[in-house]
């Protein structure tokens, strides 16, 4: 996991970096006192399939903040996506049924979307979150305005099998899918020169600019990459559910903020990793799924995430660095 | 080709209306609707939250089938869950329309509801309100402009669902339930529901858990996961407080080899939940048809302002009432969908069930 903590890292440093697996497997521990079933296989595939479509969200997302900004249009694009999968295969919506090739088609939709984000967003000087947030309305209004309030009903029972259904070794379609997106992001992250720019841009974007590095470029490339794990999300939804609706990714946006964050990427830029994502994801995923275990009454639920989210936080995040917090 | 024609003139709706919201929201100004034939000097007009739910689109789509059928100028005013936004879009049509508005209301939040009657109230204009106001502000407090508020009652409609759920698990067994945000007032009317339903059963059925889904699809699928974990096959049945978050609990029993095998009920009468009762995967839904609600929260107002009736005169029972919830289940699955809801404009009070009443 990189963490960009100076050399020579003390203790607190080294427990840092690794803060949000023990949090993580502190949690694990815990549940599985309470609930034996916890540990069960069945409950830990089932874990792992309803963090497939986050997975891919996170992703994209991870890589936005990790430039120090952020993207709000995850909804919408997901949206967009959802419901142009769904249209282009067997449906009742529309004659058309491309099949298999629904799902570059929605992937490539996802990434011109963001590329358009980060134009924007570069060109025209709009900070990222006023950029996205329009986009992401837009991208739900376009939704909306494509259907007309009614769902896409899927047919294309492949589709539904090969992206979400379908088993190999007991363990769902989605969820190799999304170890995939976790691969492509961490080579993109590790092996290319846009990942070393993106810290470098994330850190301190003056120095890149000065240092050569094409920052403007490079961040519409991100945002572009980003929309296109928003789009495999979109077709991942759409094949989970069966249908295609513009209110298909609700709440998705801020749960996939959360886990970045919980995963110990700093909102500033420069620090954290795709891999961090991973963790904080089945942080959210495990404690969701815990708390119902435990039968913790709903109405604590939401306090114990809050909590949870400030105490990963703090645990996690090297703020010796920062001058000032705001 | 009637029913395509009838889809593409939705969608351009749609579309107008989401497009006047983007641009104009901000403004606060509704975006005005072609008118189709101008026979009459009203304006009429249906505001809700989104166009982007099936329940919200269809009631739009009654308004409209209302206004076209007297050739009136018709326009959707949209909140997007924005209370401010819905009653300055009120406002903007109230005064361009000089006052001779029909509005037909589904508050964003109850408290709306006074500011909305108030409004048009002073502006001389007339309106419906549906599901959402405060218990003490009553239409007859405000005559005549005030016509009336519909809402469905929850309660025994919750308690009914209930019921189809217990008998297509044989009676006997541990349920889950999935509930609406929980300071809504048909989350609220139908967990009552759900628990009237329960104790009737002398301990047969059990609820094992009951966590609120906030109306949302993906949280159900999310919880549903869960439970099955912590109950395995005890949970004989799931019960949703709406169809939305019934499709998300189906979809969830689906990915565990479950769906068919553990009943469903929701409530709200989606097509895709029509589709799973006649699939044998969804046990029954209530259809509330908002086609119905969306036309009548006219008409009455209309037979009003043209003289029809003098609705100052009228009783209670026609100023606050019921709607009626048509149970779907596997036996009447195939009736619903061949005999789709008629509606009679002249016939004003024909669907209503019951003065409205307030529980403590």
Redesign the interface.
Known sequence: MKIAAPAGGTWIKQWRRWAPVAVLVGLCILIGLF?S??F?L??LI??L??ASIPLVICMGATFIILMGSIDLSAEGVIAICAVAASMLVANDFTGVAIGPLSVPAAIVIGGLIGLLNGYIHVKFRIPSFMTTLGMG??G??V?????????V?ISDNEFRNYL??GRFLDI?AAVYIAAIAVGVAWVIQERTRIGRWLYAIGTDEATARNAGIPVDRTRILIFGIAGTFYGLAGALSAA????G????????LFAAITAVVVGGTALSGGVGSVLNSVIGVFIV?VL??GM??M?IE??VQKGVQGLLIIAAVALALDRSRLDVVK | MAEMLT?NQ??R???KG??G??ALGAVGLPFPMPAIAQETTWTLANSLR?????Y???F?KGGEDFAKSIGAKYEVLVTEGNSEKGIADIKALLQRSGGKLILNVDPNDSPDARVIVEEVKKAGGFVVTQWNKPADLHPWDFDPNYIAHMSFDGVPTAEAIANELFKAFGGEGGIVALGGI?SNVPAIERKLGLDNAIAKTNGKVELL????A?W????A???T??????F?DKVKGVFAANDGMG??AL?AL???GLAGKVPVVGIDG???AV?AIEAGEFAGTVAWDPLWTGGMGLAIPYAHATGKIDITKEGHEHREFYGTGIIVTKESVADFKSNPSKIDFNDLWGKATGQIQYRG
Not at chain 1, 143 to 151: F, H, N, P, Q, S
Not at chain 1, 240 to 243: A, K, L, P
Not at chain 2, 50 to 54: D, K, Q, R, T
Not at chain 2, 216 to 219: A, I, L, T, V
């Open positions: 609930n079933n916890f069960g069945s409950n089932r874990m399939n309803t309305f837009a739900i209004g939704a909306t305005a494509i259907l007309g309030g009614v769902m009903r979400s259904l769902p989970q559910i069966g249908r609706h513009a209110l298909i990714s609700q709440d998705r995923i969701t799924n119902i275990l039968g709903p109405y | 889809k939705t969608r709706t749609v579309l989401a497009a919201a983007a989104s166009v982007a739910n099936p919200h689109a269809t739009a929980l858990d009951f966590q609120p906030d949302n699809e993906q949280k699928f999310e919880i996961q869960a439970w099955l974990t912590r395995g499709m998300g979809e689906r990915q565990n989606i097509d895709a589709a």
